[in-house]
């Protein structure tokens, strides 16, 4: 400007930086925004369907119980309906019998002996296996848990030999269903032979025995289903047969019925019990534990033997 006052020249700079510090008040004073990474368990459980979380990681890899499969996370919304869904703990239900069928089903399987047979059921159970689940008419039994020797429980030993007794037969050809101390009601099979082993106050008690029911209706079957077990079992295992040591506990077995008893074989179905030996005998429990392919081997080739010779 001709004529006129020249302004200072340190004024324009100042005029900037009131303006770029003004600036910054305004920007310093709008809406405050979370990071993209402030992720909620809520979110992942919005996110269910999608099968991802924000950082991309695939639910199904995840170890928070929140968004497990069948868990409250996929299908609540909110951390409240998330805690009001969460079930409480359910009672332990009844295990079923475990039913395995042979691989390669046909009309007929061959025996042990080269010949052809009908596929035939066998039920083979575990004494005291589950027995606390027992049904009110055998609410009585609940606490008999069965025998120990030298921290060994009766139960265990049972179930593992009628675990590779089951895989034996069914690698045979027959269709095995493992049962627990619940036998169905009316259970029927072509064969049914209840697992169990023994105890005594004295370690020189040893042997097997094998008995049927008192009050069988086919006790032509059910002896020639215990006389092959004992051929079998004794040959195989060298252990002694011992029927004098047979009591009413196992004549008047619950499974094989009577009175009112309704979870107990069908009258046509044979029956028998097995006691392996005494836990409570070092060379019986040395067996039982030891060896037990050649415990399950034995009572197999006894089953085999009865249906071979019909």
Not at 48 to 62: F, I, W
Not at 126 to 145: F, I, K, M
Not at 229 to 245: H, P
Request: aromatic share 6%; proline share 8%; charged share 15%.
């Amino acid at each position: 400007m001709k004529g006129g006052a020249r302004l200072p020249f340190w004024l324009p700079a100042l005029l900037v930086s009131v303006c770029l510090v003004a600036l910054g008040s305004l920007l310093h004073s709008g809406p405050h925004k979370p990071s993209q990474h402030a992720t909620s368990r809520v979110l992942l459980v919005a996110d269910a369907k999608s099968g991802a979380d924000q950082e991309g990681t695939p639910l199904a890899q995840q170890e928070d119980p929140v968004a497990s499969p069948g868990s409250a996370a996929t299908v609540a919304a909110s951390p409240t309906a998330v805690a009001q869904a969460v079930p409480a703990p359910a009672t332990t239900p009844t295990v079923p019998p475990v039913t395995s069928t042979p691989s390669q089903p046909s009309a007929a399987n061959p025996g042990s002996r080269g010949g052809a047979r009908p596929t035939l059921r066998v039920g083979i159970q575990a004494g005291h296996w589950l027995e606390s689940q027992l049904p009110d008419e055998l609410a009585s039994l609940r606490t008999a848990t069965g025998a120990a020797g030298s921290g060994w429980r009766e139960q265990d030993v049972n179930l593992d030999i009628a675990h590779r007794v089951a895989d034996l037969l069914t690698a045979d050809g027959f269709q095995v269903d493992l049962l627990p101390s619940t036998v169905p009601v009316g259970y029927q099979a072509d064969a049914f032979l209840a697992l169990h082993a023994d105890a005594n106050g004295s370690t020189s008690a040893s042997g097997f025995k094998a008995a049927r029911s008192s009050r069988s209706d086919i006790p032509g079957r059910d002896d020639a289903l215990v006389a092959a077990v004992d051929d079998a079992y004794g040959r195989l295992t060298g252990l002694r047969l011992d029927n004098s040591t047979i009591t009413n506990n196992m004549r008047y077995y619950y499974t094989f019925g009577g009175g009112d008893i309704q979870h107990a074989i069908a009258r046509s179905t044979p029956g028998a019990i097995l006691e392996m030996g005494f836990l409570t005998n070092p060379g019986d429990r040395a067996l039982l534990l030891g060896s037990p392919d050649l415990v399950a081997k034995a009572i197999v080739a006894g089953l085999q033997q009865y249906f071979d010779n019909p």
